[in-house]
């Protein structure tokens, strides 16, 4: 298998692998940046960005993600289409496997894979993807100002959710599976306590309806038991908090991760365990999970990884 090697490999692209790719660019570090399965990352999937800073007016997220695309390439950056299949981190210089075809060797590694959003699998939530379907309310909270929203999910995630939505929205329903919410306690009582939430117990939701966008979401009480119940509640707006899945597996023989599988890295710093191993972004990010954090994170990685060089 045809070997090539390289100072610095960046895995992923998005707001972290395209930020380390400026800036290990920029560094004359000859970056290769392999973009994965969807270029651009999670963005390229929101239409409307309004919180990253320099846009005033708001930017498309994939011509956020192809400005920092070019701005990479501008600084000497080789952005690659392709995948990691394959990972050996046992010793430098570290080899990776692209497509099962090629092997790269190299002296620095930035991992920037992400994290996928977890869905109920509805058919309906591909359809309205970007008409009403999010999977952050952070970043899309704001559309929904005195409007009717739903949220999915019994955990803290959930409940952060809808307490950040509340603050917002007309009125907020949490959708939860058990009779009970997985919350912590002090996250149950605000949600309990807050008048702008109503909590449902035992509910699926199976569907999403609407002409022109999300008007309102198939329910169903108790699935499966004598007494099922199925109704359409009308909502605006569909939030999953049902988890994120970041994408780790291939590096989980040699780094450290927490139990969901976000990679561990020395607190304050994109430093894994392994000397010149470095990661950025939300595949290391359970908490925050923003563009603008996720960049931030990238120029680390780069800054890291140029200095271990210089060593």
């Given amino acids: 298998m045809e070997t090539e090697k390289v100072k610095c490999l960046i895995v992923g692209s998005g707001p972290a692998g395209y930020t380390a790719a400026i800036y290990a660019g920029r560094a004359n570090l000859s970056p290769v940046l392999y973009e994965g399965l969807q270029p651009g990352g999670q963005l390229t999937t929101t239409t409307e960005i309004e919180n990253f800073p320099g846009f005033p007016e708001g930017i498309d997220g994939?011509?956020?993600?192809?400005?920092?695309?070019?701005?990479?390439?501008?600084?000497?950056?080789?952005?690659?289409?392709?995948?990691?299949?394959?990972?050996?981190?046992?010793?430098?210089?570290?080899?990776l496997t692209i497509d099962?075809?090629?092997?790269?060797?190299?002296?620095?590694?930035?991992i920037a894979t992400g994290a996928a959003a977890k869905y109920l699998g509805l058919e309906d939530e591909k359809k309205y993807a970007g008409q009403g379907v999010s999977a952050c309310a952070t970043c899309d909270g704001f559309f929904y100002r005195k409007k009717v929203v739903a949220v999915v999910g019994g955990g803290d995630t959930a409940c952060e959710e809808a307490m950040y939505l509340a603050g917002l929205a007309s009125k907020v329903y949490l959708i939860v599976r058990?009779?009970?919410?997985?919350?912590s306690e002090i996250m149950q009582k605000r949600v309990r306590e807050n008048t702008n939430i109503e909590i449902l117990f035992e509910h699926n939701a199976v569907g999403l309806f609407g002409e022109n966008g999300v008007e309102g979401v198939h329910l169903v009480k108790r699935l499966g038991q004598p007494d099922e119940q199925r109704y359409d509640l009308p909502v605006d707006g569909f939030f999953?908090?049902?988890?994120?899945?970041?994408?780790?597996?291939?590096?989980?023989?040699y780094l450290a991760t927490d139990e969901t599988g976000y990679i561990l890295t020395e607190?304050?710093?994109p430093r894994t365990a392994i000397p010149g191993v470095f990661v950025a972004g939300d595949v290391a990010d359970p908490h925050y999970r923003q563009a603008i954090t996720a960049a931030a994170s990238g120029c680390q990685a780069a800054i890291e990884a140029e200095r271990f060089l210089m060593r």
């Fill in 62 to 95: 994939s011509m956020l993600m192809d400005n920092m695309r070019s701005q990479a390439i501008r600084f000497g950056a080789d952005v690659r289409y392709g995948v990691v299949t394959g990972a050996d981190l046992s010793s430098r210089p570290y080899k």
């Fill in 100 to 110: 099962n075809e090629k092997v790269l060797a190299c002296d620095t590694l930035i």
């Fill in 178 to 183: 058990k009779p009970y919410l997985r919350a």
């Fill in 240 to 253: 999953l908090a049902i988890g994120h899945k970041p994408n780790s597996e291939l590096f989980r023989p």
């Fill in 267 to 269: 607190p304050g710093s």
